[in-house]
Structure formats: structure tokens, C-alpha cells
């Protein structure tokens, strides 16, 4: 069965909080209020400088809030002005039980971002975990818990430095995987590796270096990595969120499509062309704020 969740009619109160009972994951996602490729920090970025159709914007943003809404709670932090990346919220931190580890961001234009985010997991019930000052930390875009193992996995080379992964270990106390990016256009780990349900994997090996494709193969059974072509790369499908077997991404070709569904997952396309723009997809909306 296909699912495609197509641009729909802004909702009324779109800021507002959806919830779901007996949910079994919580997810913190921001309103695109002030969302804009104001600045370059990515290759995605090139070229869309002011170039962002709000309009269409807050219709995607709306439309993958509802779609994850049906299987899990939706909690909002406030939109900050002249915070035009705060939208990407897996880039807040990363939770693990009730504790957070706020992120470090690399580039000047994102680290205003760092108190609202700190001040809303405090307030929140999520006691901040010291992290060290001089290590760049980008939150859930580059540390990933596994879905079949006691594991985080920790990516490092663009934003997130290379002693990140130890932190990580220190912090946490569990096995820690370093894996290093060597693709700009896959920036943060989550851009190019998606942990699911039951152990299994998607991944675009070409964003790695060979030591970390090593890794992931010693790691990971071959029955449960899904390598993705080119095609799917670039359309993000890797960065999705997966909830109750089902898979939300930007966009997949049928044939990864195929393969997700005879894993008995369940792919559901929610277009996301405008932040696209800006280099975030279904994965970079959101973040799991129930991981343990």
C-alpha cells in the first residue's frame, strides 16, 4: 500500500498542541513561523536565499505534524525570530530516558538557538547533562539511538566533532559507534541513516568514509541493511522518522518503497520540498523526546 500525504489547506491554530493518547512516543517540532534560508551553511542552501514559499511551507510542516500526530504526541517549542533553522528541532539535543544533552552548534547563525532549546528541555522535565565546551555537538541530527540494540550511533566530520562519540559514551554509558561523514551534502548523520524498528537500517553508504561502512556492516545483519541508491539520498529518504513500523520521509522510489514494505514497514510520503531548500526533511522536523 502506498501512502502520500498531499499539500493540504492550512489548519486552524496550526501552532497548537496535537496529542494522542496512550501514544507511545512524545515529539518536539517548532512552527515554521520564521523559517527561511536567510543565510548558506549547507549546499542545500545555494541558490535559495530568499527564495522559501511560506505559504507552502507551513502547508508541509502542517501536513507531516498531523500525519505523526496519528501515532504519536506533538509537543511545540516557541519560534524565535531571526531563528530561521529552530524548525529543524532534531537539532536541539539529544534525550536518552529523562535526561538531554543540548547541542553545541558548529556555525555562529544556529547558536542563538541554544538557550530557547535549553530552557525548554529544563523546563520540561529534562535535567541538561554536562557537555564538554569545546566539542560541537548537533543534537539528534548526528547521535541515533539503534531499534535492536543497547547502541548509539555518532556521527562526526561536518558538524558534530570527532570526539562527540566519546562524549557521547562517557555521558550515557553505553556502546558508542563513530561513524564518519564524507559528503557535504550529508551533514549530519541523520541525513543519510535512519535506525528502525526491529534492528533494521537505512543508509546511503556513499555519505560514509570506508571505515565506517566497515562498521555498519560488522554491526548490522545483511538481511537488515537497506542501502538506498542516489535517487533516494538526495530526496532525504533516509531522514525520516519511523513510528509503530510506519515511515515518514520526504520521498522514496518505489523500489525502496518495496523494500520497507516487505520489511513490513509501512513508507508514507509527506513532501517537504521547502525545507528541502535549507537541507532538512521529515527527520530534521522533529525530535523523539521518549528513547530509552
Known amino acids: 500500500m502506498n501512502i502520500h500525504v498531499a499539500t493540504a489547506p492550512v489548519p486552524q ?8 493518547p496512550n501514544s507511545r512516543q512524545k515529539i518536539l517540532m517548532c512552527a515554521p513561523d520564521h523559517f ?8 542545500w542552501m545555494l541558490g535559495n536565499r530568499g527564495r522559501i514559499n511560506h ?14 500526530a496519528a501515532h504519536a504526541e506533538i509537543t511545540l517549542i516557541e519560534p524565535q525570530p ?4 529552530m524548525v529543524f528541532t532534531a537539532n536541539a539535543g539529544m534525550v536518552l530516558g529523562n535526561v538531554a544533552v543540548a547541542s553545541r552548534f558548529r556555525y555562529s547563525a544556529r547558536q542563538g538557538e541554544e538557550r530557547f532549546f535549553c530552557q525548554w528541555f529544563e523546563h520540561n522535565g ?6 564538554p565546551e569545546d566539542i560541537f555537538f548537533e543534537g539528534a541530527g548526528d547521535a541515533l539511538l539503534d531499534r535492536g540494540q543497547p547502541l548509539i550511533w555518532s556521527g562526526f566530520g561536518f558538524r558534530s566533532d570527532e570526539t562527540a562519540p566519546a562524549a557521547h559514551e562517557r555521558i550515557f554509558k ?23 524498528e526491529g534492528g533494521y537500517l537505512i543508509y546511503y553508504p556513499e555519505a560514509f568514509d570506508a571505515a565506517s561502512r566497515a562498521k555498519i556492516a560488522a554491526s548490522v545483519a545483511p538481511e537488515k541493511r537497506v542501502a538506498v541508491a542516489k535517487e533516494d539520498a538526495v ?4 531522514n525520516a522518522v519511523d513510528l509503530d513500523r510506519h515511515i515518514f520521509l520526504n520521498g522514496a522510489s518505489e523500489e525502496l518503497q518495496e523494500k520497507l514494505r516487505a520489511a513490513s514497514f509501512t513508507p508514507v510520503i509527506v513532501p517537504l520540498s521547502e525545507f528541502m531548500r535549507a537541507g532538512g526533511g521529515a527527520k530534521c522536523l522533529t525530535l523523539k523526546l521518549k528513547e530509552s
Open 13 to 20: 491554530n496550526g501552532a497548537g498542541t496535537a496529542a494522542v
Open 36 to 43: 527561511g534560508v536567510n543565510y548558506v551553511i549547507n549546499p
Open 55 to 68: 505559504a507552502l511551507s507551513v502547508r508541509q510542516w502542517n501536513n507531516l505534524r498531523d500525519a505523526v
Open 82 to 85: 531571526n531563528l530561521p533553522d
Open 126 to 131: 529534562f535535567p541538561l547533562a554536562p557537555w
Open 174 to 196: 553505553l556502546p558508542v559507534i563513530g561513524l564518519r561523514l564524507v559528503n557535504p551534502r550529508f551533514y549530519h548523520l541523520d541525513t543519510c541513516f535512519c535506525p528502525l
Open 235 to 238: 530526496q532525504y529518504a533516509c
